[in-house]
């Protein structure tokens, strides 16, 4: 069953421009990672942030993790059009590697 | 350091045919999984393993079996293809030491006609 929720599902904006990624889910989690695709392609690893964080920088990307509200946001800053991708957000449960994906949300930056 | 290969990348099968995805990591990963990704569906793991000798069922394993022999392999493989199989699998690998990132194949795209 889908944990995480991205939203928007789509959002589209101009190089340069900031991206904000919204994803919440519903069961308690030990972590929140973020993973970019590019078309066509597999999985990349943006950032991990830990249920006892609450906010992780990474060069371009801010994420933040609310477990009281659980939802976590993914900012990418001055975007560029090479950040045209689906980004997922997946989270972690204590004991497991496992990951439960959401669905995706499609990020287009237009130059 | 190859990270993890996957093969073939594209396969087309008729309903009732078997077939093994191959997926290999030279990471010296514990930790190896396969999902499907469907549009609109996000990924969905099908089968995990921790160790060589020790698979696992994820959220949808029906119509597929995984076997883990050695450390680098973990075979998926379709019994009797569905035309509901058509889908893109990834295999990904990780270390057994909690809250570490995953590793992801380039993806076989599968069509059963």
């Known amino acids: 069953s889908q944990q995480g929720e991205e939203d928007p599902q789509a959002l589209s904006i101009q190089e340069g421009e900031n991206a904000t990624m919204n994803c919440s889910y519903k069961?308690?989690?030990?972590?929140l990672q973020w993973y970019r695709q590019n078309s066509g392609r597999g999985l990349v690893h943006l950032i991990l942030?830990?249920?006892?964080?609450r906010e992780k920088h990474s060069g371009r990307l801010r994420v933040t993790l609310d477990t009281s509200k659980k939802s976590s946001s993914l900012l990418i800053t001055a975007s560029r059009a090479a950040d045209t991708a689906s980004y997922f957000c997946a989270t972690g449960q204590g004991g497991s590697e496992k990951l439960v994906f959401g669905k995706g949300m499609k990020l287009t930056v237009n130059p | 350091n190859a990270g993890v290969t996957q093969t073939p990348k594209f396969q087309v099968l008729k309903t009732g045919q078997s077939m093994t995805l191959q997926c290999a990591q030279d990471m010296n990963h514990e930790y190896m999984s396969w999902y499907r990704q469907d549009p609109g569906m996000g990924l969905r793991l099908i089968h995990y393993s921790v160790g060589a000798g020790i698979t696992d069922q994820g959220e949808v394993p029906n119509g597929y079996n995984v076997s883990r022999s050695t450390t680098e392999d973990f075979p998926l493989r379709l019994l009797s293809a569905a035309p509901s199989q058509t889908s893109v699998y990834f295999c990904a690998s990780t270390r057994l030491a909690g809250e570490e990132t995953q590793y992801f194949g380039p993806g076989t795209r599968l069509l059963v006609l």
């Open positions: 069961t308690s989690i030990n972590n």
């Open positions: 942030i830990r249920s006892n964080e």
